[in-house]
Every structure is written in C-alpha cells, then in structure tokens.
Nanobody
Framework: VQLQASGGGLVQAGGSLRLSCAASGSIFSINDMGWYRQAPGQQREWVATINSSGSTNYADSVKGRFTISRDNGKNTAYLQMNSLKPEDTGVYYC???????????????WGQGTLVTVSS
C-alpha cells in the first residue's frame, strides 16, 4: 500500500492550493483519511480528518479556510486550502487507516509529504 501526496507549491498569502492524497495497492477498505503538517522546527500537527461516511473534523487554526473531501471510488482524499497564511507553511502529510483484506485489522499509512510555502 502506498499513499501519494501531491499539489504543494509556492503561493502568496491569501491564495489557494489543493492537495491530493491517492492510496494504491492492495486495499480492501479505508476508514479515516487525514492531513497533518509540519512547520520548520516544529512537531507534526493534525490538520483535518474525514471518515468513510464523509464526516469531517478540523483543527481550529484552519477551520473555515480548509476543506477536506474524498472520493471513495478513487481512494483519494483532497485538502482545499483557501485564504492561506504564512503560518500555514510546512510539509503536508496525508494519513489513512487502511484494511488490506477482509478480516484484517486497520493499519495507519503515511504519504511522503508535499511542501506548501506561503509567502507574505
């Protein structure tokens, strides 16, 4: 199983970016999918989560600006980021809880990260 994150880049403050996280490989089902970020010199922090039914949760710092969504048919999650601020700068990692076969337990997988830089 692999998670491939993409969509990062350089954007000015107030701009928008859309991140994608595609899961591939031997997958039976995916429960929660989420995004985390790590700013330079900081610990990784949780940003947003979406479950298989589409229910979402957000960190207070991004609520109202970021929207997480998913396409279950494509095993892909998205993070639409609007009104970006310099403090949103960091490497964004996707995470997914995946069951590879019926009857197997859930296992958490991480993507490789995609860099988001917001200039002031």
């Amino acid at each position: 199983v692999q998670l491939q994150a993409s969509g990062g880049g350089l954007v000015q403050a107030g701009g928008s970016l859309r991140l994608s996280c595609a899961a591939s490989g031997s997958i039976f089902s995916i429960n929660d999918m989420g995004w985390y970020r790590q700013a330079p010199g900081q610990q990784r922090e949780w940003v947003a989560t979406i479950n298989s039914s589409g229910s979402t949760n957000y960190a207070d710092s991004v609520k109202g600006r970021f929207t997480i969504s998913r396409d279950n048919g494509k095993n892909t999650a998205y993070l639409q980021m609007n009104s970006l601020k310099p403090e949103d700068t960091g490497v964004y990692y996707c995470h997914a809880d995946i069951r590879v076969k019926l009857g197997y337990g859930l296992y958490g997988y991480w993507g490789q990260g995609t860099l988001v830089t917001v200039s002031s």
